[in-house]
């Protein structure tokens, strides 16, 4: 089992930041940010491999959000700048692990709230 806890939204203004962070009890081999916006299907924001460090984005987001870790912490991280409207929604921490004998382990947060204002 692997816990993971989310913390850092908030109400913030357009064009604003805002840095999120996941304190997992353990890495596994992929950490991910979703988000959840009212009405929509939850999407993949961003990736990071936890052996290599690579990260991946939703290109609605590249150039303005960055994935991180600290494996000293076991935490994830989120840094997000020039906030926008349709940024605005439940953002979800997630850990994967590896494919094995066709099946994963696959774990969430509990969410934390983003609401970007105009």
């Known amino acids: 089992q692997v816990q993971l806890v989310e913390s850092g939204g908030g109400l913030v203004q357009a064009g604003g930041s805002l840095n999120l962070s996941c304190a997992a009890s353990?890495?596994?081999?992929?950490m991910s940010w979703y988000r959840q916006a009212p009405g929509k299907e939850r999407e993949l924001v961003a990736t990071?491999?936890?052996?290599?460090?690579?990260?991946t984005y939703v290109d609605s987001v590249k150039g303005r959000f960055t994935i991180s870790k600290d494996d000293a912490k076991n935490t994830v991280y989120l840094q997000m700048k020039s906030l926008k409207r349709e940024d605005t929604g439940v953002y979800y921490c997630?850990?994967?692990?590896?494919?094995?004998?066709?099946?994963?382990?696959?774990?969430w947060g509990q969410g934390t709230q983003v609401t970007v204002s105009s």
């Open positions: 990071i491999i936890i052996p290599d460090g690579s990260t």
């Open positions: 353990r890495f596994t081999y992929v």
């Open positions: 997630n850990a994967k692990g590896p494919v094995l004998f066709g099946r994963r382990d696959d774990y």
